[in-house]
Every structure is written in structure tokens, then in C-alpha cells.
């Protein structure tokens, strides 16, 4: 506690006090602290329990992501992609896979497309998830959170069945997908589509319209659009502030343009349309992924699991053993010796928390020139100390955990 | 609207753990006070979680109702370090995030155990970067590491198992022995 | 009409205006037409209008398409080094949300002189991505608020994403292998 002004002799009978002479407090909330879910530093000055300025610093995890990347072989940043926003690294690796074949003008059969949009739908709700479980825990209803885990467990097992991993998932080539998806998959995926709903009904009904939860987020952390535009806000906490921005329908990827979906919007951009919005999105991803099993089934192609890019995709073992030309694409590939234009994109999807871009410069050698990742914790994080002030450090708190920042990609 | 009732599945018999060696009548147990206080220590462990990145989120799966961190006795999490006796580091740390980690080490009480969750916290893992702390025993001395980029909760649970063995082994003279404060030494913490 | 003809009218305005307003302070590097081939290696390909700007008009250029040219968006602002030619470069990606419609603007400074404007002024959200970019190139940005180191420690002594700054950490020992080590 730090006096900045010292107490002038009225204190002592005056028990209010008088707004001129305020007795400010500093508060070192961080970097780690259990209510901030992860490593974010903020120095808060408070006035009793108003905020009335905060700073930040963050940088704790700085892991070096865009220089690593200059120092790999394209096919090798997917691992690096991953542990950026680790809540959907699907989301990541599919990004860079389509950066790389933006570059390389790889075309991709609509059946692939199609299982990277359902892997990317669970993603989004894995993400939303956390995200929505982690409000209610911090609003003191832990339950939802412990009900609803369940769900994001199923979601990692279809995860596994696709790739092996549960969290880092490194899934997919660029190209398309390592492997077909097993028929185990496919059930699992079908079940969970058929029992999310129900359990996220649920999950509603302990909080949508509790109204404990309601007078608790309902104002807090409003932000208007115009501000958000300015300080580059996009996905949920866009939305939720009333702009029907979404990468999926603006600039559609992946086949994206193909379904029919809903944006949802909020109206005040407090912690209670950005739940609202991520709710709304859970559901509407449901509905996607159901449309992409429907076009799968009806697609004649049931087998393809890659585009035709043998510089890319590693062929089958026994035909490295038994084939010269197998074993040179096996060797060229494994040793990151494919031939990459020169040239610079930008691709964008549409994260989990918004606008996940790669700008990637390839000068035509084995690794990128430059790989710059617009990370949209990194940009939206920045304007947290305007949300907050003039708020109570407790719904500071409520509205970092309904921003959803996450360190990795915040650090880079 | 009528709800379906779930019928409650069967309850197997409640586990106890088993006594320490001794001898034991109508009444009465002869055993090492060591092993008596180890067992209780063991069952009662307050870990701090210091979660950075993604091993964090496997943190929180392990701690949710799949895996169920309570088993252990684990569930109270002690987000204080000074009432902590089990730190548990997972995910990155990066070199401006050393100093915190050990400033963190050496408020916690005595005595303490580390365990270090994941390849990052192990040995930098896939970030050999110009930022990143190369292994977190490079600054803390560490129990038991546990491998994996990320780890399932099952790694993360064996890795808690090894750790209760350590406490419960342990000897009350190891935090005053000699060997004990030349590793302290070397770490530079008094 | 289909949407790719709309984008390259977009471009075509985008050019004209800016020729009208700027003059030679502002080139045109890359401009995707229709009946370009797809994919011929070792040819330079972009995928969107880019345009090479003066670093003295740099300011009013972006001044100039936020309020007249409808680019309401940043999208992002990153740093770039070119160790052939001694230069820093500065690479700014615009998004007109209204239009659908994207251009990358960049800019470049000698190492010795690397001194952009500052944009807080014009987006809010460049106040980050200016202090990124001076982390981890060190351009330095006049006017801006608060320039200082962001993801490195404070008393780091390099900058890091500059070409010739090594990747490894330089404490570890452990990785001295003749062929696949360091």
C-alpha cells in the first residue's frame, strides 16, 4: 500500500472521505496469480476497490515463435502453431496448412475440406468451452465447469482417434491429413454431435438465465464497437460488441462458403454478450459440423484424405521400401527439401478468439524468410486497461477470464 | 415433463490405505513415527499449480471429473505458496519468468517438493530460443520430472504417484543433512 | 459479377487515388490481375495489392485510407529485416471491412536510421504492435506513447529477429552433435 498524498487532519473525525485528497492504493495483481489463468502481470492503482488505472506487462512466456520458424522447414512449424492458442491448436495447424498451400497454389478435394471444417468446429467449441466453464467459475459456479469437462474430453478422444494427441495435436499435412479418418472417428464424431446438445443445454441452464450469474456479468467490462474496431478486436469479443465481422464469412476458407450459418452478435460487448456470442457459436458450430457429415455422405469421393501433392504428402511406408520414387519424396520431404515459390500471403481464419493470421514471406529456401503471426490475444489484450477503468478489480477479473486470453499466443 | 431416473451405479468397498510396517493388536499399532507422519503427508498433499501454457490445460482436465485429482488427496489447491508443499511447474518458462519462479520456490515452507510437468519444464523442449529457459533446474532443484509435450493426465497422475512415494519415504533428518543444504548451496538459495 | 473482378476494380481505385494524392511517393510492387498464371517457381507472387510507400508520406498514406479510401481495419503492423540491403522494413496489412477488401502497404528505412511515425494516433491497437516491432527489430516510432521493450526482458541487449542474432540459447552444452548439433 502506497500513500501517495498524506492524510490530511480531517481524517480523523471526518468518516467520509473527501474525493479531493483520494488515498490511492497500488496492487500487483501477477504474474501469476490464480484468478488471472495464466501468466499476466497488471499493476493496478485503486482507489478503495475502483480501478483507476492499470499496466501491464506481459511477455512472461516469450518463446520465440517467429524466430524459430525461421530457422525450420515449413512442414516442422506446424508443431510450433499448436502451442500458440494450445485450447484449439487444430484450429493453428490447419491455418498454416493453408497458408503453405495459399503459396504453393494447392488445391485440396472438397472431402478434405470438408474434415478439416469439422475438425476445425470442434475445436471452436473445445475452446469455447474453457472459456465459458472458466466465467462460471469465476462468477463461484463451479459446477458447470465440472459437468461440462466431460464433454471437452470427448472432444480430445475423437481428437486422439484422428491424430494420436490430445492437446498438441500437430494433426494434418500440408496437403491434407496424414492418415483417413478411422470408422471409430466417424462414430465418435456422430456421437457427440447427437449428445453435445443436451449437455450443453444443460450447461444453459445453470447459467444463461440464472440471475445471480445475469446481475454479475450484465455491464461488466462493456466496451463500445467503435473503440474495438480501433484497438483491432475481432472473433467473440468483436461480435459481442454489435460487428457481424467473421473471417469465415468475409474471406471464406476451407470451403466455409458452402454451409449455412448463423454470426451471431451481441449488443454491449459486456461479459454477458461475449458468453452469449460464445454460446450461440457452440451451437451454430454443431450445426455446421452436422451439414459437413451431411455433404460427406453424399460426396462421391469417399477415400481421399489428400490433395494429389506427392512433394508434400509423405507416401505410404511399404512403397518408400519398394519404390525409387516413393523413397525420394520420403527422403525430400523429411529432410524439408520441397520446393516452395518465392513469394509472400497473408491467409486469415477465423480462430477461436478471433482473426488468426500468417503473413509468410518465402524467398524459395528450405525455411521462411519471415513468418509473422497476427495473434488476436496479442492485439485485444492491449486494450484491457480502458475496459477496466472505473470498474471493481472483481469484474476486472471476470472480464479478463470472458476475453479469453490465452499466454501462449499472447507471447508469442 | 417427467425425468428419467439414472439409476445410481453400485458403490465398490471404500479403499484405505494400507498401514505402515509394524505391529499391530486389539487397539493399538506399534510403527516409526517417520511412517506414520510420512503416510499422512503422503495423502495430504497442498500443491501449488504454477501452470503457464498448454500443460496447464492438462492440468485442468486432470483436475476435472475425468481424471479426478481428489483421489489423492490433491483437490485443495494451494494457490499461496507459503502453504504449499508440493509446487508443481507446467508449461514454458521463459527467462523474464525465472526470477518469479524461484522467488515463488523459496517462499514455500519446508518441507517442499517439485515436480516438473512436460518437456518445456524439463529441458526446454522444442523452444532451444534465445528466451526460454533451458529446464527449470537450471534455477530450483527438482523430484521428479515428468516427459511429454503435452502430457496426458495419466503421465501427470504417475508422476503425483512417484512424488507421494517420495514423501512418504522420506526421513525426518533429510531437510537438516548436509547433502541437503550443498544442494540448496548450489542453487545459490540460504 | 463475380467477386474477384470487384476486388481488382477496388485495387484499380486504390492505385488511382493514391497515384492523384502521393504522386511517386507510392508505388505499386504487386497487383493480382486475373489472368495471371498460377504458380511458376521462382516467380514472385502475392496474393493481394501491395504497395511500396515513401517512409515521409507513410503517415498520411495510412491517414488517407482510413478516412477516404474506407480502410477502417488494421489488421496488422510487423517489422522485417533485409540484411542484403542493410534496411528495415516496415509491413502493414489495411482491411476495408465495408469493401471485403485487403491491401499490404510496406515501407523500408536504412538499419542506421530505422525511424518510423508513430500510428497510435490514427488506430489504437498499433500501440502493441509498434512496441513488438521495436523489440524485436529495433524500429523506433516518433510520438508514440510508451516505446519500450514488450516481450523481452527490458535489459535485453539485441534485437532478436534481426537476421544475424542466433536462434539457440547460448548456455546449453548438452547439444554437440558433429553432424546434427550445432
Not at chain 1, 103 to 119: D, F, H, N, S, T
Not at chain 1, 367 to 378: G, N, Q, Y
Not at chain 2, 152 to 178: C, H, T
Amino acid at each position: 500500500m502506497k500513500n501517495t498524498a498524506a492524510k490530511p487532519d480531517y481524517w480523523k473525525h471526518d468518516l467520509v472521505p473527501n474525493t479531493e485528497h483520494k488515498d490511492l492504493n497500488t496492487l500487483n495483481l501477477g504474474p501469476t496469480h490464480p484468478a488471472t489463468h495464466g501468466i499476466f502481470q497488471n499493476v493496478l492503482t485503486l482507489d478503495g476497490e475502483v480501478i483507476q488505472s492499470a499496466e501491464q506487462t506481459i511477455g512472461y512466456i516469450h518463446r520465440a515463435f517467429e524466430k524459430i520458424a525461421e530457422r525450420r522447414p515449413f512442414y516442422q512449424i506446424t508443431t510450433l502453431t499448436d502451442r500458440m492458442n494450445y485450447c484449439s491448436s487444430p484450429i493453428n495447424n490447419m491455418g498454416w496448412h493453408m497458408t503453405v498451400e495459399k503459396l504453393c497454389g494447392i488445391e485440396l478435394p472438397k472431402r478434405v475440406e470438408y474434415m478439416r471444417v469439422i475438425v476445425m468446429e470442434l475445436a471452436r467449441i473445445a475452446d469455447h468451452l474453457i472459456c465459458n466453464s472458466v466465467i462460471g467459475v469465476d462468477t463461484g459456479a463451479l459446477t458447470g465447469f465440472t459437468y461440462i469437462f466431460q464433454q471437452r474430453e470427448k472432444i480430445y478422444d475423437i481428437y486422439e482417434e484422428i491424430c494420436g494427441a490430445r492437446l498438441t495435436t500437430n494433426m494434418g499435412r500440408i496437403g491434407g491429413f496424414e492418415r483417413n479418418f478411422s470408422d471409430t472417428c466417424w462414430a465418435r464424431i456422430r456421437e457427440f454431435v447427437k449428445n453435445y446438445p443436451a449437455a450443453l443445454k444443460e450447461f444453459d441452464n445453470l447459467l444463461v438465465r440464472n440471475r445471480i450469474f445475469m446481475d454479475r456479468t450484465i455491464n461488466c467490462g462493456a466496451f463500445p464497437a467503435d473503440r474495438a474496431l480501433a484497438y483491432g478486436f475481432t472473433g467473440p469479443n468483436l461480435r459481442a460488441c454489435g460487428v457481424d465481422y467473421d473471417v469465415r464469412v468475409a474471406d471464406p476458407y476451407s470451403g466455409y462458403q458452402d454451409f449455412d450459418f448463423m454470426v451471431p452478435i451481441g449488443q454491449s460487448g459486456d461479459t454477458y454478450d461475449r458468453f452469449m456470442v460464445r454460446d450461440q457459436e457452440m451451437k451454430e458450430s454443431i450445426s455446421i459440423i452436422k451439414q459437413a457429415l451431411d455433404k460427406l455422405d453424399k460426396l462421391s469421393d469417399k477415400k481421399s484424405y489428400t490433395a494429389d501433392v506427392p512433394e508434400w504428402v509423405l507416401p505410404p511406408k511399404e512403397n518408400v521400401y519398394n519404390q525409387m520414387e516413393a523413397l525420394i519424396w520420403h527422403f525430400k520431404i523429411v529432410m524439408g527439401e520441397t520446393n516452395v515459390p518465392m513469394g509472400e500471403v497473408y491467409h486469415c481464419v477465423e480462430g477461436a478468439n478471433g482473426e488468426l493470421g500468417f503473413y509468410l514471406v518465402s524467398d524459395g529456401g528450405r525455411t521462411p524468410a519471415r513468418l509473422h503471426f497476427r495473434r488476436p490475444c496479442f492485439i485485444y489484450y492491449q486494450a484491457y486497461p480502458e475496459m477496466i477503468k472505473g470498474t471493481m478489480l472483481s469484474d476486472a477479473i471476470l472480464t479478463m477470464s470472458s476475453m479469453n486470453v490465452i499466454a501462449g499466443e499472447l507471447d508469442a | 415433463m417427467s425425468q428419467e431416473i439414472i439409476p445410481r451405479p453400485a458403490l465398490g468397498k471404500p479403499t484405505i490405505v494400507p498401514p505402515p510396517k509394524g505391529s499391530m493388536g486389539t487397539g493399538f499399532m506399534t510403527t516409526k513415527l517417520e511412517d506414520a507422519v510420512g503416510l499422512a503427508r503422503k495423502n495430504s498433499i497442498w500443491p501449488l499449480p504454477f501452470a503457464t501454457s498448454c500443460c496447464g490445460i492438462e492440468f485442468m482436465a486432470t483436475m476435472a471429473s475425468n481424471y479426478d485429482l481428489a483421489r489423492f488427496g490433491m483437490e485443495r489447491l494451494s494457490f499461496s505458496p507459503r502453504q504449499s508443499d508440493l509446487l508443481m511447474v507446467m508449461g514454458t518458462i521463459a527467462k523474464k519468468m525465472g526470477p518469479v519462479l524461484k522467488e515463488v520456490y523459496t517462499q514455500m515452507a519446508e518441507p517442499k517438493w517439485v515436480l516438473s510437468v512436460g518437456a518445456c519444464a524439463s529441458s526446454g523442449g522444442i523452444f532451444d530460443s534465445y528466451s526460454v529457459l533451458q529446464g527449470i533446474d537450471r534455477i530450483i532443484p527438482v523430484d521428479v520430472y515428468v516427459p511429454g509435450c503435452a502430457p496426458r493426465p495419466e503421465q501427470i497422475i504417475d508422476g503425483i504417484l512417484k512424488i507421494q512415494e517420495l514423501v512418504a519415504n522420506e526421513g525426518f533428518r533429510r531437510r537438516y543433512s548436509k547433502d541437503y543444504e550443498h544442494l540448496l548451496k548450489t542453487y545459490k538459495i540460504d | 459479377m463475380p467477386a474477384f473482378t470487384i476486388k481488382a476494380d477496388r485495387d484499380q481505385l486504390t492505385i488511382d487515388k493514391l497515384a492523384e494524392r502521393f504522386g511517386e511517393h507510392v508505388a505499386v510492387d504487386y497487383k493480382p490481375s486475373t489472368d495471371a498464371p498460377k504458380v511458376v517457381e521462382e516467380v514472385v507472387l502475392g496474393d493481394m495489392l501491395i504497395l511500396s510507400v515513401k517512409r515521409p508520406v507513410i503517415h498520411d498514406v495510412l491517414k488517407f485510407l482510413r478516412d477516404e479510401l474506407d480502410f477502417n481495419f488494421l489488421t496488422s503492423l510487423g517489422g522485417m529485416h533485409y540484411p542484403d540491403r542493410d534496411a528495415l522494413g516496415l509491413v502493414i496489412h489495411l482491411h476495408s471491412m465495408r469493401n471485403g477488401h485487403r491491401i499490404r502497404l510496406k515501407s523500408e528505412a536504412p538499419i542506421k536510421d530505422p525511424v518510423f511515425p508513430t500510428f497510435t494516433d490514427l488506430w489504437a491497437t498499433t500501440n502493441w504492435m509498434e512496441r513488438e516491432a521495436f523489440d524485436f527489430f529495433g524500429l523506433t516510432f516518433t510520438g508514440h506513447p510508451n516505446l519500450k521493450r514488450i516481450l523481452n526482458m527490458e535489459d535485453f541487449p539485441a534485437f532478436p529477429l534481426r537476421k544475424e542474432y542466433p536462434l539457440e540459447d547460448p548456455t546449453r552444452e548438452d547439444k554437440e552433435d558433429t553432424f546434427f548439433g550445432r
